[in-house]
């Protein structure tokens, strides 16, 4: 016994002063995902303020244009701290995935509720948000306009698609629905729809009676001139076109796993409704009425959405040059 009772001090002793140089654990770095948009500010950030809670998940946001954000991911590689982009356009998604940027979404993956005709053809990227083409017409003016050739009919044309970025998928859209047979015309189409039409007319600006005037939803402002209508066109043989804000995931995301739940979250019907509010847009996913009054609208959605369109956008393009 007696030989035994050291043994057993030294074991002990070595074991306190092992305890003593055992460091206390450290906190856990914070989740975060960090996305890039054209269309979201870091003030913004506020409107996920229930991910973060739900998912211990912390959002940043940074503001670039869909240009120079395509510039800095292909400057920083594997070392950019962007896991996930939201686009104003799917022009914009197109030429970033064209530059093999985004990281395929397994289609196990995607949220179930989520549409296949909101999503690319390399599952890669995907819509949230509808903003449609429409027609604003003066209440007291006698024209009648129900397809989108009326609207070479038509004198007065204005635009307020200002950028190629709203253009082209309106482009893209007509001439996909005049098929391979009609190029010819698809291309005459286009090119006098740029000659009859006027220069872009501000948004402060009076229309002029009798006028028509093309426009995106979203920069559309119903509120200066109440004496104007709203037509859809195509809506009752087959819907408006439209361009649709959207969501995809970088190649070398640090928090891939972080940005797929965040894209379930955006597709949450609640959410998707208050973010599209927020953009002036219409939500993807529900067909019942809305809690804002101006996604009532009556419209139908196109049978075939600008996602599938992407490979007619070249056409266009080399319209436009």
């Not at 296949?116 to 949230?128: E, L, P, Q």
């Amino acid at each position: 016994m007696i030989k035994v009772f050291p043994s057993f001090f030294w074991l002990f002793l070595v074991f306190c002063f092992s305890a003593c140089s055992i460091e206390e654990a450290r906190p856990t770095k914070k989740q975060e995902i960090v996305i890039a948009s054209d269309c979201l500010d870091p003030k913004d950030e506020t409107l996920f303020k229930s991910f973060e809670k739900s998912f211990g998940i912390q959002v940043k946001i940074h503001h670039f244009s869909a240009d120079s954000l395509k510039k800095l991911l292909v400057q920083e590689g594997v070392d950019t701290e962007i896991d996930a982009v939201i686009l104003a356009s799917t022009y914009s998604m197109y030429l970033l995935d064209n530059s093999n940027l985004l990281h395929k979404i397994k289609k196990e993956k995607f949220p179930k509720q989520l549409e296949k005709n909101y999503r690319s053809k390399k599952s890669t990227w995907a819509g949230i948000g509808i903003d449609p083409y429409v027609v604003a017409l003066s209440k007291d003016s006698s024209n009648k306009i129900t397809e989108y050739k009326d609207l070479l009919e038509k004198s007065n044309t204005f635009y307020s698609l200002q950028t190629a970025d709203f253009w082209n998928p309106f482009y893209a859209s007509i001439a996909q629905r005049m098929g391979k047979k009609n190029k010819r015309n698809s291309a005459d189409w286009i090119k006098k729809m740029r000659e009859n039409s006027r220069e872009y007319i501000s948004m402060n600006d009076t229309i002029p009676s009798h006028s028509v005037f093309l426009s995106s939803y979203s920069v559309l402002n119903l509120k200066k001139d109440k004496k104007l209508k709203l037509i859809f066109p195509n809506q009752f043989t087959g819907g408006s076109y439209y361009n649709m804000a959207c969501f995809g995931i970088v190649n070398q995301a640090r928090n891939y796993e972080n940005a797929l739940a965040f894209f379930g979250y955006l597709l949450n019907e609640s959410v998707n409704k208050r973010l599209n509010n927020h953009w002036k847009k219409f939500p993807v996913l529900s067909t019942k009425t809305g809690f804002f009054t101006y996604q009532n609208s009556a419209f139908k959605k196109s049978e075939t959405s600008p996602v599938f369109l992407d490979y007619h956008y070249k056409s266009p393009l080399k319209i436009l040059k």
